[in-house]
């Protein structure tokens, strides 16, 4: 791996810009095939860039404008957490989601990514169907 | 500060292993007087030893057997993340939350704490009153 290689930091908040903008095309290059990404319930396990793609693309349908504030950051190696609020502007307004997400990033791509959160507090927020 | 002084993740685990015999009073020896914690609705904020108590006591109350167990672990500088299962005997048996924990250490107590989890993951769980 040559010395310009992004870190794991690095790799993860690139993942999560192209997130902001909704690039999925972009945002899925992260993602190593085998990736795993859990939810709270009703959400649960998906992976893969396709499973990981099949969960945010219709989630994000509604948002007009995404920001995903990063709190606070530390890493371990290839392990990354973000305390993060997220915050979605929908037809009526924003919302906002504080979030924690964990990352494992193997070989420059993200393997493992998992999301805590409080799903009523978003899902109450979110417009039906 | 003495080169023994506990290390932030150090100080961490030994507020979580209090508290996972629920011993209050060597819990709360860890947390700074105007210490903020923080969990989802319908919890929210509170400050201080005596408010960490007033949410953690009445909680655990019905537990038989705690066990806080830590999957993955960061920290920076004073900043330590906690990807964390736990794990709760009541007395129809065990219930687990997929939790992390964000806390910030400064001058060796707890000044920040935030948990994020699924509230209903857990309120759904629990005995009632």
């Not at 860039?49 to 995404?66: D, I, Q, S």
Request: charged content about 25%; overall charge negative.
């Amino acid at each position: 791996m040559s010395s310009t290689a992004p870190s794991p930091a690095q790799v993860v908040r690139a993942f999560m810009k192209a997130m902001e903008r909704l690039d999925y095309d972009a945002a899925v290059q992260h993602l190593a095939p085998a990736c795993e990404y859990t939810n709270p319930p009703p959400i649960g396990t998906v992976h893969g860039p396709a499973g990981v793609r099949a969960v945010l693309e219709p989630f994000f349908a509604p948002t007009l404008e995404n920001e995903f504030r990063i709190l606070r950051e530390a890493t371990d190696g290839g392990l990354v957490f973000h305390e993060r609020l997220d915050r979605h502007r929908l037809k009526d307004g924003w919302v906002e989601l504080p979030v924690t997400g964990v990352y494992e990033v193997v070989d420059g791509k993200i393997a493992y990514w998992r999301d805590y959160f409080d799903a009523q507090t978003i899902l109450s927020q979110w417009p039906r169907g």
